[in-house]
């Protein structure tokens, strides 16, 4: 679906687009986001997961109104983790029960709101939190719908700040020790104000092997054999969450959904056989796999400088405040010159951003051509997910826009910032 091509000059062309005219007409850095790209990826998830399952789209990947909007039309529902992203969500439409609300340490204010709107539903990530929930929606009268997050011991292969089912983090509730256990029968004790749904875990992301999944699958329907057992409940839903892995460079083996799905289903079905359970409706909330590889970064090139027996530093004018993951994560990224083409040899390059400071890197090692010289515009691919919701205003640089582009036509979804909102933040 993607629509990345070549113009006869050699400039790249996304959508139909030029990035040349995209350049003049938003500037740069700007994130260009292939919609056509993007709605494809959601109806490949969709159709590989059927009826009778939901695709949760996690919203912290990136959030805006015009996503929410081709989100739904491309029916998938939507997974938010704090008041903002439920205030974008609710504000572009998204209906509340196609919302499942997360978290490790909801306000009181953001569990009402969340309540009040009828989210359909809350995955509840303590004991302390079980009984806020309970508690506002009995004082709104009415029974929220809940998931309990478990944390299943798994040990996800990726990057330590991702991995998300390894026993010594914050979220959710252990399945070691009869955390999880209790958490349940607490929420099945709250029975006025909670309505147990079933149960979720998320083991990281990032993720290109299925075996993690497997083993949370399993232990997870294991878990959901035994509240049968002590408390006689049959659970209805189970929530696998997100976290499978995009390319970013040429060795990354990206997954497809519908292997994904096969190999869920298959083991949820297995499991419930083997327990005697009838099968839960599955659900899983992918987002880096569906916004990640539908847009890049486009910049452009301001100095070159190449340091002799090491490598040429190429400064970008943007940074590690449009996209910190680098810094953040070591992650890797690939890059090429877009606003032409070049005959000349590559040069061994790394992509620095325009902040104060000497971690501010973009691409650490990367092959550009020789020729490569300021005002050249060059593109960082597969920055969709967690580069503009993770942006910054480190040294008061303002936030680039995000422009979406489809069939010849280049919209702005989110506009680039301006030294007046910077300044109407500071009352001082
Ligand atoms: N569900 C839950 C409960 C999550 O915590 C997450 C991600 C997802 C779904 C979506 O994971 P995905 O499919 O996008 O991998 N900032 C980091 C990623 C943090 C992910 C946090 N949770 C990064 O830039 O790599």
Redesign the pocket.
Known sequence: ARTVERRADGVLTVGGVGVDRLADTHGTPAYILDESDFRARCRAWRQAFGDDADVFY?G??FLSRAVVRWLREEGLNL?V?SGGELATALAAGMPASAIAF?GNNKSAAEIRRAVEAGVGRIVVDSYEEIDRVAAAARELGVRQPVLVRVTVGVEAHTHEF?A?AHEDQKFGLALAGGTALEGIRRVLAAEDGLELLGVHS?IG??IFDLAGFEVSARRVVQLMGTVRDEFGVTLPEIDL????GIAYTAGDDPLEPADIAKTLRDIVERECAAAGLAVPRLSV?????IIGPSAFTLYEVGTVKPLEGLRTYVSVDGGMSDNI?TAL?D?EYSVALVSRTSEALPMLVRVVGKHCESGDIVVRDAYLPADLAPGDLIAVAATG??CRS?ASNYNHVLRPPVVAVTEGEDRVIVRRETEEDLLRLDVG
């Open positions: 996690a912290k990947a997974d983790c997360h991702i998300t998320h992301s990032q969450g997100g976290g499978l909330e992918p987002g880096r796999a993951r994560y992650a997910a967690y993770m």
